[in-house]
């Protein structure tokens, strides 16, 4: 498991980057979610990606969308570290495997930004 580290200096990930690592990484542009699993934030990578004709968004939903989980990442200070993640996990999603990043805020904060995504 990857320990994250909040990087309060690290500029907030944009969807146009984040689009740009995917296509670049992967050729491809993969479905991030937010996932809460017994009281743990985590993004994935999901295995369908926008340019596959069964995708249920389209381009402008996705983007929408995207924006919604980055909004996340960026206010729980985690921009940093998921921008590295994507970057250089030498995974790839595949059918029925998502990639999966724990989403761990440290310091006096952290349980209630995690609180508030955490329902």
């Known amino acids: 498991m990857l320990e994250i580290t909040p990087d309060p200096i690290a500029p907030p990930l ?10 670049e990484r992967w050729h491809a542009t993969y479905d991030l979610q937010l996932v809460v699993r017994r009281r743990r934030l985590y993004l994935q990578v999901m295995w369908a990606y926008l340019e596959q004709q069964s995708f249920p968004m389209n381009a402008e939903e ?33 059918l029925g ?20 995504f955490l329902v």
């Open 14 to 23: 944009a969807v146009d980057e984040v689009i740009t690592c995917l296509r």
């Open 62 to 94: 996705y983007r929408v969308h995207l924006a919604e989980v980055l909004d996340v990442v960026n206010r729980l200070g985690l921009a940093g570290d998921v921008r590295k993640w994507l970057s250089s996990t030498r995974d790839k999603p595949r």
């Open 97 to 116: 495997k998502a990639l999966s990043l724990h989403l761990e805020v440290q310091g006096p904060e952290a349980e209630g930004l995690l609180r508030e």
